[in-house]
């Protein structure tokens, strides 16, 4: 039979989607893609589009709960567009991201019988996050507010005290939505294109307890700045005050260079291997990429270490290598680390960290991985352990060729997409190299994303 939308109709939720929408199925096997639902739920589901073979549907009530279901701990979670798994238990959310990344080595990739390891877990699912970005608005009464979007809407869902982000960020924020309250100090408008404070960023270094604030505004200067000082510097941890001129009509944040107005400039965060003996300390600006979990980051690196299997004498390639965080970790066991990065400023922040930590063998090269790489081993460089932690959408196809040709002996891979993992690990598989060890991390939890790391080494 054909659905219609506005049509309610009765659906078993039997799998999760991509983006953490619940799979569900009619009775005539009409399948309905349907959010804030949990495998093992039946539904009665509005239909809010519908195409021949499937559609999308909005959660009405919960007929019979999965065992897997759970209360959210967030008051807004279910219209909140951060989470996606609140109402999923943390057991369930463990098995369906090392099911997910099973299942896409399976399906694209074609690896039947490989090993994965048991999913590493958080001991806490919840305050994890060491950087958080408010989108700020004004609620009907035209008071200043600040949160985050509703899913796949510009809708702000008032929010100050995100359980994913540190617990000083409920008392930052509403220092400074009352700083605007009292000052007249009007919050950017989408529509107008007229308010001050579009977004604030907040840092937090978890070894130190160093806290930045960035106030990301649609003009060149905040007024009435020292008042704002004067309630941040009363906060435990606040180190400095800083923010970033941004005038376009974007959906971009950040769009200029980070001022300061009181305090630091950056924060410092300490990533430590009792293992192998190393720490190393990071400066973090509120532009740096610096990985959001500190907690798993620590043992993912570890584990590159391990991996990397490193004795002194070897050259290493970190690319698509951010600030140079496992450039740094492991320059510690290396001859010689060469890092990797299509952002300038990461690359000017990776060199200010080498010093910062008396490293003299990492060099640091800014550029696409996949054209740096080549020009390096035409002057003769070569990798004898590569590292790559590429962005969601993997590794380049020309920089997986020149790997091939370069011969290192081993390629650690990181990464934070199963589907592209899967795809690049077929490549390399057909091409001189075997995966010998698979681990998936949860890196971001109460979310769809699991991050995954994986040795291949080189076949004789």
């Known amino acids: 039979m054909g659905y219609r939308k506005n049509e309610t109709v009765t659906a078993d939720i039997i799998d999760i989607g991509q983006d953490g929408a619940g799979i569900g199925r009619t009775e005539d ?6 959010k804030d639902t949990v495998p093992g ?47 999923m238990s943390y057991p369930a959310q463990l098995a369906m991201k090392e099911n997910k990344v099973r299942n896409d080595l399976k399906r694209i990739g074609g690896f039947e019988n490989l090993e994965i390891r048991k999913i590493i877990a958080m ?27 509703a899913g796949r809407t510009h809708t702000i869902i008032p929010n100050p005290d995100c359980l994913l982000g540190c617990s000083e960020n409920r ?15 009007p919050a950017y408008d989408e529509e107008t294109g007229k308010g001050l404070i579009r977004h604030i960023l907040i840092r937090k270094g978890f070894a130190t307890g160093e806290i930045i604030v960035c106030l990301i505004i649609n003009g060149d200067r905040i007024t009435a700045s020292q008042d704002l000082v004067t309630r941040l510097e009363k906060i435990p941890g606040m180190t400095g ?36 003996g190393i720490s190393v300390r990071y400066q973090i600006s509120p532009a740096s990429f610096y990985q959001v979990n500190p907690v798993q980051t620590q043992r993912i690196y570890e584990k590159v270490l391990e991996l990397a299997d490193l004795h002194g004498n070897e050259t290493v390639m970190d690319l698509y290598c951010g600030i140079g965080t496992i450039s740094l970790f492991l320059a510690r066991n290396a001859r010689q680390v060469i890092g990797v990065e299509i952002v300038p400023r990461a690359i000017e922040d990776a060199k200010r960290n080498a010093l910062l930590n008396g490293i003299e063998n990492a060099e640091f090269y800014v550029g696409k991985a996949e054209e740096v790489v080549p020009r390096l081993e035409n002057q003769g460089i070569r990798a004898d352990v590569a590292v790559v932690d590429p962005p969601r959408k993997g590794c380049d196809e020309k920089l997986l060729e020149t790997l091939v040709r370069m011969k290192p002996e081993r390629i650690v ?46 076949t004789k």
Request: net charge positive; aromatic share 12%.
């Open 41 to 87: 739920d039946r539904a009665e589901v509005r239909i809010i589009k519908a195409k021949k073979s499937y559609g999308y549907g909005r959660l009405e009530h919960v007929l019979k709960a999965s065992p897997d279901r759970v209360e959210p701990p967030c008051p807004v979670a279910l219209r909140c567009g951060g989470c996606q798994l609140q109402m």
């Open 413 to 458: 891979y990181v990464s934070c997409d199963p589907a592209t993992l899967a795809r690049d690990l077929k490549y390399l598989s057909e091409n001189g190299f075997r995966i010998e060890y698979v681990q998936p991390y949860d890196q971001f939890s109460e979310t769809v994303h699991v991050e995954t790391v994986a040795l291949l080494t080189r």
């Open 123 to 149: 001991e806490s699912p919840f305050r994890y996050r060491n950087k958080a970005q408010f989108p700020v608005g004004t609620d009907r009464d035209g008071k200043p507010i600040a949160g985050f979007f």
């Open 241 to 276: 005050l800083t923010f970033s001129s941004n005038t376009k009509r974007t959906n971009v944040i950040m769009n200029g260079p980070v001022k300061p107005v009181w305090g630091q400039e950056y924060i410092t965060d300490i990533l430590k291997s009792g293992k192998f």
């Open 29 to 34: 096997g009409y399948t309905l893609f349907v």
């Open 171 to 185: 008392e930052i924020l509403n220092a400074i939505l009352s700083w605007m309250k009292d000052n007249r100090i």
